[in-house]
Structures are given as structure tokens and as C-alpha cells.
């Protein structure tokens, strides 16, 4: 009979998590259940999320029969992701600590965690995702410390772990761990990967998980729960008092308590309007918000942008790539968001510049570029900067028209008589 390997599955109270722990258990391995409580807080109502889902996940583990732990990531969360939202905020952008969180929590210390201190054989977690290798590949994966230095080693040839969508393609959750390391991949198993929303929930009704069948999927942002955003921000930054600005004329319409409260594309709250105005655009050296009349506004389409330096999932970048410094692939910015052609530029500094097949509405810095090529998720970067909008676009064709038309006109000189 073979060893009986030992899994550490990551448990968040729901029923993705309690699910995969069922699969594997199944699947004869030796299991264990992992809690991470990685905010304290209370939301307004006074009901601290975190200790419901740690009795969730206890209740799940239970029902199953395996050993069930808690940790706490509460100064990491602060000091790697919380901190990180806090800086990108006051320089405008709008960040995303969903993926932050899988990289340098889950991925990071909780999968070392999981490894050294539990002695474990791999770490599991209820993502719809999977990877391009087998369940007993992981196992013969060598657990060792990522190289501190620069590069890595050019004599080691192993072929790199790649990240593909689940089966079921509306759930696919591979754009939240589009910043994950190579290493955390070689040692992680997905066990929901090949199967549908539907089909995990039943099996949790059979298996007697009934009550993470009927909590709510969580949305947004965890730490803010029920919260008003702008209260919630507010708590922590300084209100920056500034104008809200027609981006058509630029008449003063309103003011805002500070620019980290508004994100592009977001409606924005004026007073005495009678049609709703949308945030198109921040000027954090004035302090303007700029609004647009509609929600379509011209001013929210771009269809260039570029990443700080881009994190590929198998290190390094793509040959084609590499070898011609451009490749076609598809590019989105939110999670579920239609997948949009698009043509990648590699920078020499390791950042990418991405052109759109055409316009998409509120490309927002801060987010990530999230890249796929067939299926596959290549990675992700941070957007830095993003290039001119529709309506600016506009506004220069319409100058240069205008231009020519000033022009005088010149011909030959007339011949005399």
C-alpha cells in the first residue's frame, strides 16, 4: 500500500472550500482543515464575519471528520495587502486586494505554513482552476526555498506549472490567482477544477454540508462587509476636499470628499443634477474629479494601457514574446468580464504595453491586466498608466480640422503679363 499523503486544504467557510476537503478526503488522502482569519473587524450591524466563517469552516470539518486548525494573518494582511490599498488609493488608482491577498497570504505564508509547519505534502483550496499537472506530480515536487537571488539557476530545467481556467467557465477564478508564484503552483491542488457550481453544491447536500449551502456568495471587498465604502476609507485617509468637474466644459458641479472615494466609471453623487453624471477621470495634483454626462461617456473608452512589471505565471515571458517583443492574446481587467483580443508590447524594463482590439469602458489603474492565451492564464501586472481616451481622441481630431481649415491656403506665384 502506498503512503497516504496529507493535504492541508484552506477552509473559508463556504462551500467551495468544505467541498474540496470532501474530494479529497475521497480521493483517500490524509486531511487536514486550515481557517485563516486575516481581518478583525465588525461590520455595522456588529456581527464579526471572520468568527462566523471560522465556525462554518469548523462545523464543515466536522461533518467530514477531519482535524480542523485556525491561523491568524492579521498583522501580514495589514502590512502586505492592507497597507499596499492604502498607498494606491492616495495616489489615485484603485487596487485590488482580492489578488494581492492570494499572492502574499494564501500563497505565500499560509502555503508555507502549510509545508513546513504541518509537515504537509501539498496545500489545497476550493478555486475553480487547475493547473497543467496531475495530483501526484505535486507530490513528487521537491519543497525548497525560492532562490534569493536575482535569477534563478540556468541549470535547472524543469518544465514550468501552468495555470488554466476551470471547467466551469462563469465561476473560473484564475484571475484572482494571476499573481501567484511558481512555486506555491508546483505544491497547490484545486480539486473543484473539472466540476460546475451546481454540481459542488449538490454534492454538499449530500454530503450533509447544509449549512454552507444557503450563506450568500461573498462579493466585493471581505474587510468592508456591509460597510459604506466612503465612510470606510475615510477611516483610515485623511478626507482630501476637492471639485467634482464637467469634463466637457469644465464647469465646477459639485465636491467630493477626496479623490480615493471615487473610481472610474462609478456614478458620482452631485447635488441639484437631474441626469446622473459618472467619474471618467482624477487629477490627484488639483484634486479634480472629473464627471462625464453618461454612462457611456467617450471619456471612459480607452484601448491602450501599460502594466508595472508583469508577473508570468511560468516565470518567464512567452517565447514568441521574447523573440519578437509582441504577441496576440486577451486581456480583461474584472473578474467575469468578456475576454478581449489584444496585442502585447514588451518593455525592456519587464512591463508590458497592451493595445485593444477596440475601446473598453473605465480601464482603471491600480487593477490588474490579467492575461489568457487559449485557456490559459499567463499571468498579470498592475496598470501604471493608460493611454489617451476616446473623447481626448476626439477632442484632437477635431483641433487639427480645425487647424486646417485656419491654414491660409498658398500656391504659385502668379506669372506677369
Partial sequence: MGVIRHVVCAMSGGVDSSVAALLLKRMGYNVSGVFMKNWDSLDEKGVCTSERDCEDARRSCQVLGIPFRQVS??????NEVFSNLLNEYEKGRTPNPDILCNKYIKFKHFCKYALDTLDADAMATGHYARTSQE???????????????????????????RL????????????????????????????????????????????????VLTKKES????????????????????????????????????????????????????????????????DINTGDVLVGPT?????LFRDTLRTDRFH??????????????????????????????????????????????????????????????????????????????????????ERMAAASLDKPKTGPPEQAS
Fill in 73 to 78: 494573518y492579521v498583522k501580514e494582511y495589514w
Fill in 312 to 397: 508570468w505565471i511560468t516565470v518567464d515571458p512567452p517565447p514568441v514574446l521574447v523573440r519578437t517583443q509582441m504577441m496576440d492574446c486577451h486581456f480583461r481587467f474584472i473578474h467575469q468580464m468578456p475576454l478581449t483580443p489584444c496585442s502585447v508590447t514588451l518593455n525592456m524594463d519587464g512591463s508590458v504595453w497592451i493595445t485593444l482590439s477596440q475601446p473598453i469602458r473605465a480601464i482603471t489603474p491600480g487593477q490588474f491586466a490579467v492575461l489568457y492565451s487559449g485557456g490559459e492564464c499567463l499571468g498579470s501586472g498592475r496598470i501604471v498608466r493608460l493611454g489617451p481616451s476616446q473623447h481626448t481622441l476626439q477632442l484632437g481630431r
Fill in 164 to 211: 488554466h481556467q476551470g471547467a466551469d467557465h462563469f465561476k473560473d477564478q484564475t484571475f484572482f490567482l494571476s499573481q501567484i508564484s511558481q512555486d506555491a503552483l508546483r505544491h497547490t491542488m484545486f480539486p473543484l477544477a473539472g466540476l460546475t457550481k451546481d454540481f459542488v453544491k449538490k454534492m454538499a447536500a449530500e454530503a450533509g454540508l447544509h449549512h
Fill in 295 to 299: 454612462t457611456n461617456h467617450p471619456a
Fill in 219 to 282: 462579493m466585493g471587498i471581505c474587510f468592508i462587509g456591509e460597510r459604506n465604502f466612503e465612510d470606510f476609507i475615510l477611516e483610515y485617509l485623511e478626507p482630501q476636499p476637492g471639485n467634482l468637474v464637467s469634463v466637457e466644459d469644465g464647469k465646477v458641479l459639485g465636491r467630493h470628499r477626496g479623490w480615493f472615494t471615487l473610481t472610474l466609471g462609478q456614478r458620482a453623487r452631485i447635488g441639484g443634477q437631474k441626469a446622473p453624471w459618472f467619474v471618467v477621470d482624477k
Fill in 135 to 161: 495530483d501526484e506530480e505535486v507530490f513528487r515536487q521537491k519543497n525548497v526555498a525560492p532562490p534569493t537571488g536575482l535569477f534563478r539557476d540556468r541549470f535547472e530545467v524543469r518544465n514550468p506549472v
